[in-house]
């Protein structure tokens, strides 16, 4: 499976500079990458203000909780804080019922590829290859 992670400029920075090697992504309720990304699934990496990937890494761990209550959200955190490397503001944005955490390998800076335009809510998008990816465009 293929992930494109929408990325404000302050988390992608984190991601090149190798400070985050953990994505968190937490909703009230489930949604998407929750339950459905998996090891060595693909992850490409784009600034939210952009439609052009020029990272990709290897999903090398995920794992989807939910009904969390505010003890264990912190729990994650204090627990993985030196992968996600967390400002407040994002721990307040991140800190919900639902969380998903994926942990990332072999993050390398590739060619540009165009990914489809996407609504400014939106900061996870799946396909199944590449080639869905060029066939949206």
Same mark, same amino acid.
């Given at each position: 499976?293929?992930?494109? *992670?929408?990325?404000? %400029?302050?988390?992608?920075? &984190?991601?090149?500079? !190798? $400070? ?6 937490? +909703?009230?309720?489930?949604? #998407? ?12 990496? *784009?600034?939210?203000?952009?439609? #052009?990937? /020029? +990272?990709?890494?290897? *999903? ?22 030196? $992968? ?6 994002? !721990? ?12 990332? &390998?072999?993050?390398? &800076?590739?060619?540009?590829? %165009? ?11 799946? /396909?199944?290859?590449?080639?869905? #990816?060029? &066939?949206?465009?």
């Amino acid at each position: 499976m293929i992930h494109i *992670v929408i990325c404000d %400029n302050k988390e992608l920075e &984190k991601i090149i500079n !190798k $400070k985050r090697t953990m994505l968190l992504r937490g +909703y009230s309720k489930r949604r #998407i990458p929750h339950s459905r990304i998996f090891i060595n699934d693909e992850l490409y990496f *784009v600034n939210k203000k952009e439609n #052009i990937s /020029y +990272y990709h890494a290897i *999903v090398s761990n995920a794992e989807s909780l939910q009904k969390l209550n505010n003890e264990d959200i912190n729990n994650i955190f204090d627990k993985y804080n030196d $992968k996600l490397d967390l400002t407040n503001e994002e !721990k307040t944005k991140w800190g919900k019922k639902c969380i998903c955490l994926i942990e990332f &390998k072999s993050l390398e &800076k590739i060619d540009g590829i %165009n990914i489809p335009k996407y609504t400014s809510l939106e900061d996870w998008l799946m /396909y199944e290859s590449l080639e869905d #990816i060029k &066939k949206s465009i």
